[in-house]
């Protein structure tokens, strides 16, 4: 054989040497982590009914610090919670020691300490299952049965990056009044025969109180997250300004997720990320209310994006607000995971897994069917989105690896 033929048999050799390595062994990594993602939403579709039973497995620790042992720099539980039925058991079951005012916030809610010390958050019940809140979709009040939903499909999408949340009834002249502090004791009135109060919030009124059924209120109670994990609040680079005529440079500038990338902590890290998925997380509950966000302190933007107070969710199911989605497709970037977790969920089983983890809950049924079919149908708009992107920019754009280091300049 000719010098000059082995020369171009060399070259083709190399070719193809090249391209079995940068395509071949690529998408068998590809596809390894392709079968990761399917294994790990089997894993959660099997572990969906969590069963509140008060028996756990370590029985030399508390719920509570079994769950604050949880907590890291990029989940608030684990994958793998056996025991996370007892914690909600204790969130629901144990003794109140005392009540006070949630001061923070807009919202109307209270601060329960439980026995064994552990904080939770308690938000009252406002709306009937089937009522419809009409107008901006932040409007109305906070809906309780919205927190429960919300951390069960945060579960289903293995973000895990909200806080425990489980239904509770409580009595209020037995188990509130005698243990609250005079500032939320003096907002407690009756109204007919029940029992009701106001609390202390930038938009609570005397005239507003939230009553319960006689002396019983539905609610829900947020499990405290450990106070070794202080909490940062940022602002959310696609806040609303809650003012009439005045729009937010996101809602004109085509260009601004351009200059978010350009600005810390959205230059590199998972931030962004981050801040893509919970807007998929907030498209499918109608969550448009996401104006600030909330990490752990001195993280440098390592930390995940806490998905804290999804109250503002589920008021309408008649009304999908696309511009909570505009973080996708102004970036037009989604994690591979997000993404195979959607498609996963396609077909009614979204709606079907949502209704199984929230089954065994005590404010069961939590949703209304309206609601839950609005999931399925957000879902194919958000995965009819990531198609637009695709098809503008390609897979390889869009479709980042998240378990590689991301930067965006």
């Not at 809650?242 to 998972?270: F, H, M, N, Q």
Request: glycine share 6%; aromatic share 10%.
């Amino acid at each position: 054989m000719k010098l000059k033929q082995r020369v171009v048999l060399l070259a083709i050799l190399l070719v193809i040497f090249i391209f079995t390595k940068v395509f071949l062994i690529d998408n068998l990594d590809t596809s390894a982590a392709n079968r990761e993602d399917q294994r790990a939403f089997q894993r959660m579709l099997s572990g969906l009914r969590v069963a509140l039973d008060p028996r756990l497995e370590h029985t030399l620790q508390s719920p509570w610090e079994i769950a604050a042992q949880w907590v890291v720099p990029r989940e608030v539980y684990p994958e793998d919670t056996p025991e996370m039925g007892a914690v909600m058991h204790a969130m629901t079951t144990k003794r109140i020691v005392k009540a006070d005012v949630g001061y923070k916030g807009t919202q109307l809610k209270a601060l329960l300490i439980l026995e064994g010390g552990q904080k939770v958050v308690f938000k009252p019940k406002r709306y009937a299952r089937d009522y419809i809140v009409e107008g901006e979709p932040y409007a109305g009040y906070d809906r309780h049965n919205a927190e429960v939903a919300a951390f069960h499909l945060d579960r289903i999408l293995g973000f895990r990056r909200a806080p425990l949340v489980v239904g509770r009834f409580v009595n209020l002249r037995t188990e509130i009044k005698p243990v609250a502090t005079e500032q939320l004791l003096g907002t407690f009135m009756t109204v007919g025969n029940n029992t009701c109060f106001y609390g202390k919030c930038y938009y609570c009124r005397e005239t507003e109180p939230a009553c319960a059924d006689g002396d019983i209120m539905e609610g829900s109670v947020t499990l405290w997250l450990p106070d070794v994990w202080p909490l940062q609040k940022h602002r959310h680079p696609w806040g609303r300004t809650y003012r009439e005529g005045k729009l937010a440079r996101w809602e004109y500038d085509e260009s601004y997720c351009d200059a978010v990338k350009k600005t810390s902590p959205y230059d590199s890290g998972p931030r962004l990320l981050d801040i893509i998925d919970t807007a998929v997380f907030d498209y499918l509950i109608g969550n448009a209310d996401r104006h600030h966000y909330e990490s752990f302190q001195d993280d440098e933007g390592a930390s995940m994006l806490i998905l804290l107070d999804n109250a503002k969710s589920f008021g309408n199911p008649a009304l999908d607000e696309r511009s909570i989605l505009a973080p996708l497709y102004q970036c037009c970037i989604i994690r591979v995971s997000t993404w195979n977790r959607l498609n996963y969920l396609k077909n009614g089983v979204l709606k079907s897994a949502l209704k199984t983890a929230m089954s065994h809950d005590p404010i069961s049924p939590v949703l209304s069917d309206p609601h839950l079919d609005a999931l399925d149908q957000r879902l194919l708009s958000i995965l009819a989105t990531v198609k637009q992107c695709t098809d503008q920019f390609g897979p390889d754009v869009v479709l980042v690896e998240d378990r590689m280091t991301l930067s965006h300049l």
